[in-house]
């Protein structure tokens, strides 16, 4: 009898196990249909347009989502309407967006900044300016954050942070050429203002992220890569770049002082053959030796400080990230006299490096 009842209990045991296991798969799927739990684009988007319109200007904005889907880059514009303003929006760490508003929109968004309330006044039909797309950016910058924070928790939308309202796009070609992105997501509102006194549409456009690729694994390393990596590379530490007329430069002697900002020291740039900045840091000493803290959040050069702007600043260099090499030339006995001063300036100025980085000259 014992052995009977445990097998029973055993059994038992087991039926309930697996109808727990069934019950929460159900469960997880209909979350998933319901979207319990997550917060779709045009959820998120909808939601932000309408507490950032409430907040700015206690304006009652409802949207309704009419559309959502996937589309190449060349199908984008055929969805656009022909009378919309167009306003690329900007993110520095991937491609540019787009929101499209039509004229009754506009009209509304413009008459509540103006008039302090929407009417119902006939729509013009006058060409965009960029002071009607700057009407809007309030609109943008303060339902993006908004839009950006509800999906801040769904790594498949990490592409979609940092958006924000950058400027006008005069028409549907200029547009197309702006949005280089592969495929792009757009979804359609029927945006409904101050309890339907004006009715429009709004389409946004945003970049879908690439597609891993399906043969990801790592390069094989090449057969030189031993030796290679016994190649020395050669780094300067730069402090300042000053900008001089040539025929200043070709002035100048023994004795002469070049204004060098006292926040220098602070913004030192390490610069490796071919003018490529591989770190920024902040020069300082330790144990005797010039070291550079790296990391130091800093500018990479600053100005010097002075009374008057140089007549003739020079050329700027058209790539920042790029900054001119010293030449290796012979050093005059009198230019000897001149390191030594800067050296104890400099000893001066540098402050020491609160912890230990190693020893040894940059």
Request: proline share 6%.
């Given at each position: 009898m014992t052995g009977t009842v445990r097998q029973r209990d055993s059994s038992e045991t087991m039926t309930e196990d697996a109808a727990?296991?069934?019950?929460?798969?159900?469960?997880?799927?209909?979350?998933?249909?319901?979207?319990?739990?997550?917060?779709?684009l045009?959820?998120?988007?909808g939601r932000g347009l309408s507490i950032a319109a409430d907040a700015l200007w206690g304006l009652g904005l409802a949207v309704e989502a009419s559309d959502d889907l996937s589309l190449r880059a060349e199908r984008l514009m055929d969805r656009m309407e022909d009378d919309a303003l167009l306003i690329l929006l900007e993110n520095d760490a991937g491609?540019?967006?787009?929101?499209?508003?039509?004229?009754?929109l506009v009209t509304g968004l413009i008459e509540v900044q103006t008039l302090g309330k929407v009417t119902r006044l006939p729509t013009d039909t006058r060409r965009y300016t960029p002071t009607d797309a700057a009407m809007m950016a309030p609109l943008l910058d303060a339902a993006l954050p908004r839009f950006a924070s509800m999906l801040a928790g769904q790594p498949e939308?990490?592409?979609?942070?940092?958006?924000?309202?950058?400027?006008?796009?005069?028409?549907?070609?200029?547009?197309?050429?702006a949005l280089d992105a592969a495929r792009y997501h757009l979804t359609e509102f029927d945006v409904s203002l101050a309890q339907d006194t004006r009715r429009g549409r709004a389409h946004f456009l945003f970049p879908e992220p690439p597609e891993p690729a399906e043969d990801a694994s790592p390069p094989a390393a090449g057969k030189h890569q031993a030796v290679l990596r016994l190649v020395p590379a050669r780094m300067?530490?730069?402090?300042?770049?000053?900008?001089?007329?040539?025929?200043?430069?070709?002035?100048?002697?023994?004795?002469d002082v070049l204004p060098i900002s006292s926040q220098a020291v602070t913004s030192a740039t390490l610069v490796v053959q071919g003018g490529h900045i591989a770190a920024r840091g902040k020069l300082g000493q330790i144990n005797g030796f010039r070291a550079v803290r790296i990391g130091w959040d800093g500018s990479p050069f600053h100005q010097a400080s002075t009374a008057k702007p140089a007549a003739d600043p020079g050329p700027v260099d058209a790539?920042?990230?790029?900054?001119?090499?010293a030449t290796s030339l012979p050093v005059p006995a009198a230019d000897l006299a001149l390191d030594g001063q800067l050296e104890k300036a400099l000893e001066d100025l540098t402050p020491d490096l609160p912890e230990p980085l190693g020893t040894g000259e940059p």
């Open positions: 727990e296991t069934v019950l929460e798969r159900k469960a997880i799927a209909q979350r998933r249909a319901l979207g319990v739990g997550t917060v779709s045009p959820r998120a988007l491609p540019c967006g787009l929101a499209a508003f039509d004229r009754a939308m990490a592409h979609l942070q940092g958006y924000r309202f950058g400027a006008l796009v005069e028409d549907a070609q200029t547009a197309g050429l300067q530490a730069v402090l300042t770049r000053v900008h001089l007329p040539l025929h200043k430069a070709q002035a100048l002697k023994a004795g790539d920042p990230h790029r900054v001119p090499l």
